[in-house]
Structures are given as C-alpha cells and as structure tokens.
C-alpha cells in the first residue's frame, strides 16, 4: 500500500469501478479516530468517513487496528516533513521552534472540537491492550525527536545539552501541549506556556 497512489475499486453494480487514494481515505477516517478513538470509532462510522463498503476497507487495509496503524504512520509521516520544512528554515532556533509550536497550537485547538494530538490523545489510550498501536506511537514519536534534533544540529547554541537532549525536551513539551489542549486549555495559554519553554530549552 502506497501513499498517494490508486490502490482500490468500490465494486458497483453499473457503471465503472470507484477508485480511491489512500492517503485521502485515510485523512477521512482520522477524523472519526480523532473525535471517538480508537476502540470507540465504529466500522460503520470508518467505512462512511471512507466512503468505502467494509470488505473494500479490509481488502485495501486489513483489519481495524491496522487501519489505525496506517493512519498513524501517514499522520506522523506528514507531521515530520512539516517540522523538517519550518525547523530547517533560516532564523535562529528559538524563532524556528516558536513557530513550529505555533502552527502545532492552530492544528491541536481548531474549532469546534480541539482535538490535541491524535497520537498522544488516543494512541496512548490503547498502548496496553493494542501492543502494536503502543510500538508505532512510540516510533512516531521518535521520529518527532528526531525531527528536533536535525533543527538543533542546524543551530548556534552550545554543545551541552546535546541536540538530542534538546530534541527530548522539545518532544516533551509537545505532547503536553497536544494533552492540554485536548483537555479544553485555551490556546492563548498554551502559546504562553511553550513561549516560556523555548529559552529553557535554548539555554
């Protein structure tokens, strides 16, 4: 299953074959995972949001779980080349993370329902029961890290903390903003809370 590319047809009884691109499918179904999570989101629920019948969703991506799994993976994929795209920009780090934490605030608190970050808003939820939704979030979030840390290498600051240290702390102060802003804080006070993180980080 490839990213992008045309890989299903919605059998009809007339008519030519609907086609489908996963990565569309897949932003439509995280919208369900998003707003129920994972055990909650129902089949019917998913194969609406997918505009696809059941033996079609399976067919293309197995079962729920690995539904899930492959939502996550193209979420985290696409999260990444975001953070690359701001943290490899120009400026100094401090004004690279501030709005590489600005852009992330708009996503985690856009109206009506705020929804945080699907990964550590629902994927941690099923850590204990689903051992490999638990591996692919942590995997995500490593390369979150990872992300991080190739900003800091691109940077001035000073050796210690090690970029990877940084790119730890960076990572911690995500999550908990994806966290409280799924839990109703206003985005103001996030923007204050990470504003007075960024020169702990840059110290």
């Given at each position: 299953?490839?990213?992008?590319?045309?890989?299903?047809?919605?059998?009809?009884?007339?008519?030519?074959?609907?086609?489908?691109?996963?990565?569309?499918?897949?932003?439509?179904?995280?919208?369900?995972?998003?707003?129920?999570?994972?055990?909650?989101?129902?089949?019917?629920?998913l194969?609406?949001?997918?505009?696809?019948?059941?033996?079609?969703?399976?067919?293309?991506?197995?079962?729920?779980?690995?539904?899930?799994?492959?939502?996550?993976?193209?979420?985290?994929?696409?999260?990444?080349?975001?953070?690359?795209?701001?943290?490899?920009?120009?400026?100094?780090?401090?004004?690279?993370?501030?709005?590489?934490?600005?852009?992330?605030?708009?996503?985690?608190?856009?109206?009506?329902?705020?929804?945080?970050?699907?990964?550590?808003?629902?994927?941690?939820?099923?850590?204990?029961?689903?051992?490999?939704?638990?591996?692919?979030?942590?995997?995500?979030?490593?390369?979150?890290?990872?992300?991080?840390e190739?900003?800091?290498?691109?940077?001035?600051?000073?050796?210690?903390?090690?970029?990877?240290?940084?790119?730890?702390?960076?990572?911690?102060?995500?999550?908990?903003?994806?966290?409280?802003?799924?839990?109703?804080?206003p985005?103001?006070?996030?923007?204050?809370?990470?504003?007075?993180?960024?020169?702990?980080?840059?110290?």
């Amino acid at each position: 299953m490839r990213d992008g590319t045309k890989i299903g047809k919605e059998p009809r009884p007339r008519g030519r074959p609907r086609e489908f691109i996963t990565s569309e499918v897949l932003d439509r179904v995280r919208d369900v995972f998003l707003a129920k999570g994972f055990a909650a989101a129902s089949l019917d629920e998913l194969c609406a949001a997918a505009g696809l019948s059941r033996p079609s969703l399976y067919a293309a991506f197995g079962d729920k779980e690995q539904l899930y799994i492959g939502m996550l993976r193209h979420i985290g994929q696409k999260s990444v080349e975001a953070m690359d795209a701001v943290l490899s920009g120009p400026e100094p780090i401090e004004q690279r993370l501030g709005r590489l934490y600005k852009g992330a605030i708009d996503i985690y608190t856009k109206p009506p329902n705020r929804p945080g970050c699907i990964i550590v808003g629902t994927a941690t939820v099923e850590a204990t029961s689903h051992p490999a939704i638990g591996a692919t979030a942590n995997e995500i979030l490593a390369s979150f890290e990872k992300a991080f840390e190739r900003g800091f290498i691109k940077s001035d600051l000073k050796p210690a903390p090690t970029p990877a240290e940084r790119a730890s702390m960076s990572g911690a102060i995500l999550y908990a903003t994806g966290v409280r802003a799924r839990l109703g804080v206003p985005a103001t006070e996030l923007r204050t809370f990470v504003k007075s993180m960024i020169p702990v980080i840059c110290r």
